[in-house]
């Protein structure tokens, strides 16, 4: 699925990673337009992918304009309800070669481990990474939303009332500061914990600690994100988020050896404790 809303150039550089990636076959949801620009940028891909007629692509249209965190959070309610799993992309999340066959590999390894909520392709360029006896696999709590995939019974108790989650939280005596310094200022203020910000993966990054699950990450990133250059609504121009390394050669994953190593949450929550600013 790749959800779009005003960003034709980038939506179609997508694109043409899932058919470098093999893909001919998917879903495009769109929020409605909320201006003039948006219209043009959205009658811009329907036309393209309208050209690339041997696409099988399935177009879902909002009846009102819904914004980010709600399209997100209704796409993969609809999809999820008739498909059991999603590979989620937004317009931004350009997929490197053997990406697709990285999620469809975890989706079916994964699928009977109650342990993996996510499988995540970004991954973070730290250097500092302790990978253990698996040296292609990381299970990290904090998970990213560039480029990720799930499964309907994980999904399923996904809420976005962040005041609810703070507060189940507290109950389970689940300390604020394993989810990074970052995360723990948003969720102190007001207009995250009302739903006044238009964003969903607090919630199920959350959902992660609340549950003792994990997101696996691969040790080289899939996900290029393009949207750091000051298109988005909700990211500015950054570097820093940047990793360039990539193998094109095949890569064996062994999925059944995931071992958890809390030092690299602490490594994540120091990079984004310094970048996240870049991203909320």
């Known amino acids: 699925v790749v959800q779009v809303y005003q960003r034709a150039e980038h939506a179609i550089q997508v694109f043409e990673s899932l058919e470098k990636n093999r893909v001919d ?15 043009r940028a959205q009658a811009k891909i329907v036309a393209y992918l309208d050209q690339r007629k041997k696409w ?76 253990g006896e698996n040296p292609e696999l990381m299970l990290i709590k904090r ?71 994990f997101a696996v990450f691969p040790r080289e990133a899939l996900i290029d994100n393009i949207g750091l250059d000051g298109s988005g609504v909700h990211c500015d121009t950054t570097a820093a988020f940047e990793n360039s390394i990539h193998r094109s050669t095949f890569v064996l994953r062994d999925w059944g050896n995931l071992t958890y190593y809390p030092q690299n949450e602490l490594e994540v929550a120091r990079f984004m404790n310094t970048n996240s600013h870049h991203i909320y």
């Open 25 to 39: 076959r998917f879903t495009v949801a769109f929020d409605k337009a909320g201006s003039a620009e948006a219209e």
């Open 56 to 131: 099988s692509v399935e177009m879902l249209f909002n009846n009102k304009r819904l914004g980010l965190a709600k399209s997100v959070i209704q796409t993969t309610d609809q999809v999820l309800a008739r498909y059991k799993k999603i590979i989620f992309l937004e317009d931004d999340c350009i997929v490197r070669s053997g990406g697709i066959q990285y999620f469809t590999d975890g989706l079916k390894k994964l699928e009977k481990n109650p342990r993996v909520r996510t499988i995540c392709g970004y991954s973070y360029p730290i250097r500092r990474f302790h990978w």
């Open 143 to 213: 998970f990213s939303s560039w480029g990720w995939a799930t499964w309907s019974d994980r999904w399923s108790d996904y809420t976005n009332n962040l005041l609810r989650l703070v507060e189940m939280m507290n109950s389970q005596q689940i300390s604020f500061q394993e989810l990074g310094a970052d995360v723990e200022t948003l969720l102190s203020r007001p207009d995250y914990l009302d739903g006044q910000k238009d964003i969903w993966s607090l919630g199920w990054l959350l959902q992660h600690h609340l549950t003792d699950s």
